[in-house]
């Protein structure tokens, strides 16, 4: 019968037949371990294939998930990748892509049917955990030259850090996080062996996926550039300073096809709030919640106030416990541990600084989702963590103490005060449960007893122990060596202390590899546990197919001419982005929530009376007047929620499927029409600080003058103040109005909530006035008595501004618009062509948002200046007559960009070719300079 003793030998031997240590083991594990921990993690909160939730979450739902159904749409038929009509009125499509929609997984995501989409983009959280652990372990790998199988598990701490755990569901920018490894890879290849491929291709790469968080990654290359030159001198780090610029030059020209059109439309952004400067430094939390977020089982800061703060430090236990090792081990100079502590504490202090975070964000205040940089504090921690457990388990006699007998517990002292001393902070923070606190101790005490292990079972050989077999070998080295500058005894006493080392029994050699083993599974276990938890934390929905076939149908049903042009929109949203869920692509909506959302466009549809949050990105339609409708070609509505709008006048009821019900425009305008001259001189609502909200109906009344010539208001503005409370609806405040006249009504309001609409004390329907803007309540006859009601405390002076419309005079304008319209004859993305009779001289004015000034017009074959409505909206002045107009979109930035990454593309092949050259014709020459680097 076997003992105990030998059951557990067998047990080791067979475990540890999976865990070798070979380099195509170590890629495997490190790829395989993240993507079988997200599984567990998927399968214990239930998301899909698991359970009935998803990750579709915060700006997954929506933004990215309707960004690639329209990137799909583009891609399977063939659509502009430069400009799109989708959403916004029109925007830069380029930029868009650069920032959310560059990564090669999208091309793959685009290839699934719409309503597998939500599945696969789950899928490729996964694939990026279990790429960005291979990365890792290649790269830890390379800077240490061993071959240990924790390596794996130094790469899946990586792989699931607190930011890849945080905001795994900002899928482009975990893209840019499994390449940052490759990236430092690339830098080190360069410095030892003058090897620059990897590093251009896999930088210019990280630009491409996402230039927002490449920025960050290219300032900590710069930094850790600087700490591998200074165990070098000067002189010797001068080539490689000179190399990396070069390359670096080279990689961004790579780019400059996207990078370069980019920065142009960079410049249209909004930036009254974003880009201020901080006006005084301080601290955006208390530094016992930022030390204490290192800690394991502690759930992520998802979403906190603007400009930073709550960064996601979580790097593994055990980095933490490796630290003081590092700093103690002879490997290293002073000088690289002094810059690998700099930049730790800058990159720390950065998530806390406002003035610093601003700068580590592109000189930017973010909306939530703070310290995106954080990932760099992760993979630096590892780095040096990882550095230390190489020389603790590899050569112990490396440690400026060592590891014998009971100076063993000198290495465990510190590793455990390290520790407890983040754990100590947790404790204190109000925000931590102290019961995960406890679960770090836990784990920290199995570490500690493993190492403890370990330690106990290496013995460092003195030089008494030395057969005749290693003096005879002393001597023979020594002889080798006499005309170097290496000093022969201490050569071979480390050279004989591991090859004692290595002789070590196979029971010791066994019983070493299970502790290793019986470590990495504890560090799964850490990780898997934190997983879950950060799952349950950053939350998950309910699973729904993310289309919503009646709206198709009804899409289906609307009237659409050969080379017509229209936009249809939404009486209520449900995401920021409806309308580009829709595969159909020909949609075409007002609203849009998008970090590349154009400021100028805002600026102008704000005039228009839609809401807009600039500072947030967004704009989107609401039931707006008539006038707007007819500027924006907004010829349907997609009524749905029984939420009806008040039909009669200006829309006509159609196609019901569902709850949905579409309905049709009765005064449309095409693309573009006459308007007067006078028309140029509108400019909407510049200067939101003085704004008043009634000035909205003002403007109206401003443009419907200037472009028809017609005297009169449209819009007759009366004001409401606040009556008593109304007890019987349970509403907090109550504002009645008597219609005067046969009407239909608007309302603006200085209240930011939503307006609760009561007609003859009827309930009628709810409206998201919680933004100025202006909103349709519907159609009514004299004499009905409409209520607007508010649920929560209303401030003090808060007013409606009701807008009665002339409908008459409204009826006069849209003829004289119509009698001149713009008939096209052909449409596509980037090109518009049609004719026209103009009657009198005055302005084409067409919805084609221009601020970035890239539409360029063309009237009878000779280009024209254009002329901006709204400093928007494009416009060109044409004579009396018939007349051939041409819109064409030139994006010169792209054009100049791409003849740059050409350039740059011939310039690194004619470097690599010259390279090869080199090598061929004197190969000893060319690897002299780097055989002992």
Avoid at 158 to 164: E, I, M, N, S
Avoid at 205 to 223: D, E, G, K, T, Y
Avoid at 396 to 402: M, T, V
Avoid at 519 to 538: D, M, N, P, Q, R
Wanted: net charge positive.
């Amino acid at each position: 019968m076997l003992t105990l003793h030998s059951r557990v030998t067998k047990f080791c031997t067979s475990l540890l037949k999976l865990f070798q240590d070979s380099k195509p083991r170590i890629y495997m594990i490190s790829t395989l371990l993240p993507m079988l921990i997200w599984s567990v993690a998927l399968w214990f909160n239930d998301i899909y294939p698991f359970g009935d939730r998803t990750l579709i979450i915060y700006d997954f739902s929506d933004q990215y998930l309707p960004f690639l159904h329209e990137f799909g749409y583009r891609i399977r038929g063939g659509g502009s990748l430069l400009w799109s009509w989708s959403a916004a009125g029109g925007h830069d499509y380029l930029f868009h892509i650069a920032y959310y929609m560059a990564s090669p997984l999208n091309l793959i995501a685009s290839l699934f049917p719409s309503h597998m989409l939500a599945s696969v983009l789950t899928f490729f959280i996964v694939l990026k955990a279990g790429l960005t652990g291979l990365f890792t372990a290649m790269y830890l790998r390379y800077i240490t030259k061993t071959n240990d199988f924790l390596t794996s598990g130094f790469a899946t701490i990586f792989a699931l850090c607190g930011f890849a755990l945080g905001y795994y569901h900002n899928i482009m920018w975990m893209d840019v996080v499994t390449i940052t490894p490759l990236v430092l890879l690339g830098v080190h290849r360069l410095v030892r062996e003058n090897k620059v491929n990897l590093y251009i291709i896999s930088l210019a790469l990280a630009i491409i996926l996402n230039f927002h968080i490449a920025f960050m990654v290219c300032i900590f290359v710069a930094f850790y550039f600087i700490i591998l030159c200074l165990k070098r001198t000067f002189k010797e780090s001068a080539r490689p300073l000179i190399t990396i610029t070069v390359c670096t030059i080279i990689a961004i020209g790579l780019t400059a096809f996207l990078t370069l059109p980019t920065f142009t439309a960079l410049q249209n952004l909004y930036r009254q709030d974003s880009s201020s400067f901080p006006e005084s430094f301080t601290w955006l939390n208390d530094f016992s919640h930022v030390l204490g977020n290192f800690t394991a089982f502690n759930p992520p800061d998802v979403f906190v106030h603007a400009g930073g703060g709550g960064a996601m430090l979580f790097s593994g236990m055990l980095s933490l416990m490796l630290l003081p090792i590092f700093l103690i081990s002879r490997n290293a100079s002073w000088k690289e541990k002094l810059g690998y502590v700099l930049l730790l504490v800058l990159l720390v202090v950065s998530t806390n600084a406002n003035v610093l975070s601003f700068a580590w964000h592109g000189f930017t205040n973010t909306v939530g989702f703070p310290a995106r940089f954080s990932f760099l504090v992760s993979l630096l921690l590892i780095i040096m963590a990882f550095k230390a457990y190489s020389e603790l388990f590899e050569t112990p006699n490396n440690l400026r103490i060592k590891t014998t007998g009971l100076t063993s517990v000198m290495i465990l002292v510190p590793m455990a005060l390290s520790t407890m001393l983040f754990i100590w902070y947790a404790f204190i923070d109000e925000n931590f449960n102290n019961n995960r606190v406890l679960y770090n101790v836990i784990i920290v005490i199995v570490y500690l007893i493993l190492f403890a292990i370990k330690f106990s079972l290496i013995t460092i050989p003195t030089h008494s122990a030395f057969t005749l077999k290693h003096h005879l070998r002393y001597i023979k080295i020594q002889r080798k060596l006499k005309n170097t500058h290496l000093k022969p005894h201490k050569f071979c006493v480390r050279h004989t202390a591991n090859s004692n080392t290595n002789h070590n029994s196979n029971k010791v050699k066994t019983t070493i590899s299970f502790v290793k083993t019986i470590l990495l599974l504890t560090i799964v276990a850490e990780l898997t546990f934190t997983t879950i938890t950060s799952i349950g934390v950053v939350r998950s929905t309910r699973r729904t197919t993310w289309l919503y076939y009646e709206i198709d149908e009804l899409l289906a049903t609307r009237e659409i001419e050969e080379h017509d042009f229209f936009r249809t929109e939404f009486t209520r949203r449900l995401t920021w982005n409806d309308g580009l869920r829709h595969a159909s692509g020909d949609i075409n909506t007002i609203s849009f929530f998008s970090s590349s959302m154009d400021g100028y466009t805002g600026r102008a549809l704000r005039g228009f009376g839609l809401p807009t949050n600039l500072n947030r990105n967004t704009y989107h339609y609401i039931e707006t007047s008539p006038l707007t409708n007819a500027f924006l070609g907004v010829r349907y509505l997609i009524e749905r929620n029984n939420n009806p709008i008040g039909e009669g006048h200006f829309w006509s009821r159609g196609e019901h499927s569902g709850a949905a019900v579409i309905l049709r425009n009765n005064y449309p305008l095409p693309l573009g029409f006459m308007v007067r001259p006078e028309t140029k001189d509108w400019s909407g609502v510049q200067d939101w600080s003085f704004f008043e909200p009634q000035n909205l109906f003002t403007t109206q009344n401003d443009l419907f003058r200037k472009s028809t010539g017609l005297d009169g208001d449209l819009f007759e503005v009366l004001q409401l103040k606040q009556s008593e409370v109304n007890q019987d609806y349970n509403a907090t405040s109550e504002f009645e109005f008597v219609v005067p006249y046969n009407s239909d009504l608007f309302f603006t309001t200085n209240i930011t909530q939503y307006t609760d609409i009561f007609v003859d004390r009827i309930p009628t329907r709810n409206i998201p006035s919680n933004l100025r803007s202006i909103n349709h309540v519907g159609s009514f006859e004299e004499g009905q008595v409409v209520r607007f009601s508010y649920y929560n405390d209303v401030p003090q002076g808060a007013t409606i501004w009701i807008g009665v419309i002339d409908r008459d005079l409204f009826t006069q304008g849209w003829h004289i618009w119509s009698s001149q319209t713009l008939n096209l004859t052909e449409f596509r993305d980037t090109r518009i062509r049609g004719n026209i009779t103009v009657q009198t001289d005055g302005i084409l004015y067409t919805s084609i948002p221009n601020a970035g000034g890239n539409w360029r017009v063309f009237v009878n074959g000779e280009p024209r200046e254009v002329t901006l409505i709204g400093e928007t909206m494009t416009g060109v002045y044409l004579e009396e007559g018939e007349h051939q107009i041409e819109f064409r979109y030139i994006n010169s930035s792209f054009i100049i960009g791409f003849s740059v990454s050409v350039i740059s593309f011939i310039v690194m092949i004619a470097v690599q070719l010259k390279t090869w050259n080199r090598r061929k014709k004197h190969p000893r020459k060319f690897f002299a300079h780097f055989q002992f680097n």
